[in-house]
């Protein structure tokens, strides 16, 4: 190879780098923005009004899909806290918060929600702050 043809080599290295980094997405659904486990009060601005479920159904579906935890009544479902507090009712009591008054909600794996708060959460949990 001449000393010309070597040259060209770091910038076309650049140019592929720069080209490939713009392919890789995030994932998560098209409705989605930023982090796929966490919502914040800026992603749900515009659903001010709604209940917090119904904007986790939309924003986020794959935080409510059934896991394969399952205990000798049956499969875990995915465990709610509401500042700090382990809510009983499954994720039907997010009805009760509207997306406005919430600071930010964010999924926590099976792994991370049971060395956090113990074995009933080994389905994952939703883990939500309130504004203040």
């Not at 749900?44 to 009004?49: L, N």
């Not at 113990?118 to 949990?125: I, K, R, W, Y």
Request: proline content about 4%; overall charge positive.
């Amino acid at each position: 190879m001449t000393k010309s043809t070597c040259a060209w080599r770091p910038a076309l290295a650049c140019v592929l780098a720069a080209v490939l980094s713009g392919c890789v997405t995030g994932g998560g659904s098209p409705v989605s923005r930023g982090s796929s486990d966490r919502l914040t009060a800026a992603d749900m601005e515009s659903w001010g009004a709604e209940d917090l479920l119904t904007v986790i159904q939309r924003m986020r579906p794959q935080w409510l899909q059934a896991r394969k935890a399952v205990n000798f009544a049956g499969p875990l479902p995915t465990s709610v806290v509401v500042e700090g507090v382990m809510q009983s009712g499954g994720v039907e009591v997010l009805r009760g918060y509207r997306a406005g008054d919430v600071q930010e909600a964010r999924f926590l794996s099976a792994n991370d929600a049971t060395t956090l708060y113990g074995l009933s959460m080994m389905s994952g949990a939703i883990v939500v702050a309130l504004k203040r």
